[in-house]
């Protein structure tokens, strides 16, 4: 049942988050690896903690992070780790408690484990496929109810560039950070849906896709295509997540916003 991975990650998760507190606490230094991409120590200390634990765990396992170097043989692993050691770091360094770190172990292009962890909020969102999800070890599930309005999480950039607009006339959009995060809410059942149109990496959504399924919901690129993990193009379309009961209505609102736009 995959027991010994999910505990050694659990475990792993819970000490990167102590220290990307302690480092949010005592201070930190921010670079740039791009225009838009900032760069922390605490997502350096984070990454360093999680390759450390479970590469010495599973030596076998392949490796795919976000702060790593690229290391192609992970194209051969059976298994292998995705990693974000802190997803939204923009709201990190905001001091916005909307990041979280999240993992997942993919084998065969699909994800079987995965955990996704706000440290400022102390949420550990956790999954093992095949056997539900739970949040702080209670079992959790997507909304069973269609509601008349939709509440859906949406991306704080990607509102401010006006690409929720078109949806706001018949779903209450709410702002928040970490994409990672936002599925994980999902899954929990705080929220109907949410979506970006915008390209993702894996490791922002690979363990939050799991636990969205996992709780009962329904998840796909932009294209409604069903994801496939560790690819060497790490780049994905865009990511829709929704409870199974609001599956048609946001595909087809998607659908029908982005044919218009053609």
Known sequence: MLERE????EDAVREAGQEIVRISRDGFETSYKGKDDPLTTAD?????ILHEKLSESFPDYGWLSEESAEDLSRLTCKRVWVVDPIDGTREFIRGLPEFAISVALVEDGLPIVGVVHNPMTGE???????????????????RERK?????????????????????EQDMDVRPLGSIAYKLALVAAGQADATFSLS??????????????????????????????????????????????????????RIESHLQSSH
């Open 147 to 167: 509601p008349d309005r939709l509440m859906v999480l949406g991306s704080r950039s990607e509102i401010r560039r006006g690409e929720f607009k078109p949806f």
């Open 44 to 48: 350096l200390a984070a990454n360093s």
């Open 199 to 252: 390209p993702k990496n894996e490791w922002d959504i690979a363990a939050g896709v799991l636990l969205v399924e996992e709780a009962g919901g329904w998840t796909s690129d932009k294209q409604r295509n069903p994801f496939r993990f560790n690819q060497q193009n790490t780049l994905v379309t865009g990511v829709i997540a929704t409870s199974s009961a609001c599956r048609e209505t946001v595909t087809g």
């Open 124 to 142: 550990v969102f956790s999954v093992v496929k095949g056997h539900g999800v739970a949040l702080n070890g209670k079992a959790i599930c997507v």
């Open 6 to 9: 999910i505990r050694i990650l």
